[in-house]
């Protein structure tokens, strides 16, 4: 088939599912065209070497990738990632027509920061056989609490939701969501998302690892991303420090909540709560394996039960156990593979008993929930399985359309 991808982020940025999808489809004999804007995630800048500008195109085999200019989201307000989001759509409309027509089907990688451009594409393509894959609902969040862009998210959502052919989500509750939205219960399916397998696979710590991540031989509960609102991981700083002799919390990364977060940590004197600046994806195996268990937070919000954060699925690859602190999807997944701990999300008390129980846990033991949680990613969720299901319902849907 002659396939198309919409994305808003493309590698080099670290969006493995539409960037390894594609490179999975082009080596299964399609030809595949994206359209993506130039790379500037997680900084909020173009990146050093690249230049905004019309008429960037790449190609290799069977893929070509267009590049058309948007907005920098520079400082991450609400104005600048809107202005992002509606120069994409833009840009996106006048090359749409020339670079997509007369594909046979169209994937979107589907995230409130696409969905401006998805809703005019889609308009102006017409009926183009069309697969949403959603990664988020919760378009709130990405308007920074303004309800005026909020509903404008919403609306160009559910827009995308009722003119897609076929909607996949990437975790079970998410369904009920865009039904909700405006899909079609019948044209929902789940496809679970994968990680990025060259990086996140089980590995050895380094003795370098062990000195950043270890102070001594207590254990070790790491929380790898972002610190920002999704996350509230003021619970964990809470939890920890009721048991700043018993475990030590390790946050690497940063975010919006970072100065809030640490300023919390300062307050209850919690020493056993410790910062590790970003560091790159590919460093993070490491990290992990001089861990004890892998931290996965969201917060108590409707919308954030029928998500899974990308770094459960990378936590599983790794064979790392995992404490979460959450509800929906990601708290079934860890108690159905029997890969780690659970509690309720936003709830510092039972967090900290989970804390003190990981610590309590033999290492055989934990070394078992890995190895189930790494079971469970290759059954369910890993890069071939999620392809297979994706490039079936391009066929269905171009197959549909073509004999209506």
Partial sequence: MKIGIL??????????IPGSLAEELVARGHEVRV??????????????????????????????????PRYPVGDGSTGARMASYLSFAGSAAVVARRFLGGVDALYVFQLPATSFAAATVLRLLGRVPTVLH??????????????RWGARLAAAMSRTFRAADRVAVVAPSMRDLVVTAGADPDRV??????????????????????????RDGRCVVMHAGTIGARQGLETAVRAAAALDRTMDLVLVGSGADERRVRGLADDLRAENVRFIERRSPVDMPDLYAAAD????????????????????????????????????????????????????????ASLADRFWLAATIPLPARTDMGRRGREAYLREMALPAGVDRIERLLYDVAGARATA
């Fill in 7 to 16: 994305s808003y982020h493309f590698p080099p940025e670290p969006a493995f």
């Fill in 35 to 68: 359209l993506t804007g130039f790379p500037d995630y997680p900084g909020g800048q173009v990146y050093p070497g690249w230049r905004q500008r019309w008429r960037y195109e790449s190609r290799s085999d069977r893929l070509r990738v267009r590049r058309v």
């Fill in 134 to 147: 959603v990664q988020d609902v919760w378009p709130e969040d990405d308007a920074g609490g303004d309800g």
């Fill in 189 to 214: 399916s789940v496809v679970l998302n994968w990680t990025d397998e060259r990086i996140f696979h089980p590995a050895q710590p380094s003795p370098e690892a062990r000195r950043l991540v270890r």
């Fill in 293 to 348: 268990y892998q931290l996965v937070m969201l917060r108590d919000v409707p919308e954030l039960r029928g998500t899974v954060p990308g770094k459960l699925q990378a936590a599983l690859s790794c064979a790392a156990p995992v404490v979460a602190s959450a509800g929906g999807d990601t708290a079934d997944l860890v108690e159905r593979a029997r890969a780690g701990l659970s509690c309720p999300p936003e709830d510092w």
